[in-house]
């Protein structure tokens, strides 16, 4: 099984940073998977937000974050951080960890089994 356990949510002002980490553990976890981070803000869907393969090589994010908001992974210490400046109040959501393909980056909710708790982010205007 693997664990994934976020942090680092909050409240923040528009324009305000943020920075989530994830931790990974349990006896089947990878430092090959890839690691991603969703959200789901209330009333829609899971949506992509950023993801980062095993060897930290070109990272994708949703266009909606695109400069503004970092991935970075630490694979010695399994972890994924997400490094979220210029924050919006359309950035509010839950935020999720999740691990997933060790062979691709995927952008898909449905390639990703393993999924942390999940943190809150509200960003206020």
């Known amino acids: 099984q693997v664990q994934l356990v976020e942090s680092g949510g909050g409240l923040v002002q528009a324009g305000g940073s943020l920075r989530l980490s994830c931790a990974a553990s349990g006896r089947t976890f990878s430092s090959y998977y890839t690691m991603a981070w969703f959200r789901q803000a209330p009333g829609k869907e899971r949506e992509f937000v950023a993801a980062?393969?095993?060897?930290?090589?070109?990272?994708a994010y949703a266009d909606s974050v695109k400069g503004r908001f970092t991935v970075s992974r630490d694979n010695a210490k399994n972890m994924v951080d997400l490094q979220m400046n210029s924050l919006k109040p359309e950035d509010t959501a839950v935020y999720y960890c999740a691990a997933g393909p060790t062979n691709f980056l995927s952008k898909s909710r449905y390639d990703y089994n393993n999924w942390g708790q999940g943190t809150q982010v509200t960003v206020s205007s």
């Open positions: 980062n393969t095993w060897d930290a090589g070109s990272p």
